[in-house]
């Protein structure tokens, strides 16, 4: 099993959350899980599983607790003086079972785990998931293909968990394939992936695909809890995090919801806003100590200029993200005529911010050039 030393960062794991594979309860994806029990319980179960979804819904929940099912389960359920056992109904498995102990300990010898490995001086990971991530921290043979061709000492079935497929290079994703096309007996590939399209056709033809959808209040709540964070702002939060878990978390745990409520003061005033308060909002994002504020601001005016384009198509938003944005997004975005506008600026300033970071030009110059924009397009709206 591949595994990154114990005082580095793992890819597959939101900061503030428990990793997947501790996760007692998966919410909101009872769909996809009754999917795959249907698929094992009636003799279809396939080698190759294709997970998708947006990030923060517990598709890597879900790969962990199908790799859990799949390696504690009895290859064959031998019957009793009763007859077969009734066909599972969860993927629940007791924490007490052997192989769910070994999983839970990183150290299930029928378990390969594929993800982003260290860089050369172990400084940090890899943007991609590069063949080092296939021979083990330290290079050396290639231990997928090992792992592969070994047999299971107990004649159990082996899994092997790829997140997220995405990060893959064409190395890696070659290799990959390669396995898929003729897998191994009693093997099973869990392909995590954010983003289908960027994998190999190929590949997503030899998997079947699980989707994973967006989760509502009740069930971010109930894993915001799980995860130990217990908020009065469910609502709020799954409002802007738009029903992923993961963004929800992230949101608390960098205060986005107070930057927001500041965001949508400042625009209240639009077709002008208070230009001070503008100006002290791309202060607060220089410095080393900004650069996390800066990355979050630039995100939640993403988010912001989303939700006001579909407030122009759709009304405004049942449940605010903030107080009076219902008011302000029926006001910026009362038509279509005013959600294209937004849509229009949306993407251009997605494509500005991109530029501005690869660049690195000045965090307070790029917002406040993103929030003059903003400006000119409630102006240009209110003149109609």
């Known amino acids: 099993m591949a595994t990154a030393p114990e005082d580095h960062p793992l890819p597959d794991q939101i900061e503030g959350a428990p990793h997947p594979s501790q996760t007692a309860t998966l919410f909101g994806q009872s769909r996809a899980e009754a999917d795959f029990l249907d698929a094992f319980t009636t003799g279809r179960l396939h080698s190759g599983w294709l997970i998708t979804g947006p990030q923060g819904v517990g598709k890597a929940t879900l790969a962990w607790r199908m ?13 009793d003086m009763f007859g077969a056992p009734p066909p599972p109904t969860s993927l629940d498995v007791s924490p007490d079972n052997g192989d ?35 021979r083990g921290h330290k290079g050396g043979s290639n231990k997928l293909m090992d792992f592969l061709h070994q047999s299971a000492a107990d004649g159990g079935r082996r899994v092997v968990i790829i997140d997220a497929a995405d990060d893959m290079n064409p190395s890696v994703a070659n290799s990959i394939l390669k396995v898929l096309e003729e897998p191994p007996k009693d093997t099973f590939f869990l392909l995590v992936s954010h983003q289908p399209s960027r994998l190999l056709p190929t590949i997503r033809s030899r998997c079947r695909i699980l989707r994973c959808g967006l989760l509502n209040e009740v069930d971010v709540t109930a894993a915001l ?12 939060l799954t409002a802007l995090s738009g029903g992923s878990v993961g963004e929800a978390i992230r949101l608390t745990n960098m205060d986005g919801l107070a930057l927001y409520d500041e965001l949508v003061f400042l625009f209240g005033g639009l077709p002008r806003f208070d230009r001070p308060r503008a100006l002290r909002i791309a202060d607060s994002c220089t410095g080393k100590a900004g650069s996390t504020r800066f990355a979050l601001t630039l995100d939640l005016i993403d988010k912001f200029l989303s939700r006001t384009a579909r407030a122009g198509l759709q009304g405004p938003p049942d449940i605010q993200a903030a107080k009076g944005e219902a008011v302000l997004l029926s006001k910026l975005s009362p038509n279509d005529y005013a959600a294209r506008k937004w849509a229009a600026l949306a993407q251009d300033v997605s494509d500005r911010t991109r530029h501005g970071k690869a660049v690195n030009l000045d965090p307070a110059a790029l917002i406040l050039d993103t929030l003059f924009k903003i400006e000119q397009v409630a102006l240009d709206v209110a003149a109609t």
């Open 67 to 79: 790799a859990a099912f799949l390696l504690s389960h009895p290859m064959d359920a031998a019957d």
């Open 100 to 134: 769910v102990a070994l999983l839970h300990a990183g150290a299930h010898p029928r378990l390969f785990i594929v993800r982003r490995a260290m860089n050369a001086t172990d400084s940090a990971l890899q943007d991609q998931i590069t063949m080092a991530a296939l």
């Open 225 to 236: 809890a799980q995860a130990d964070i217990h908020t009065d702002t469910g609502a709020a």
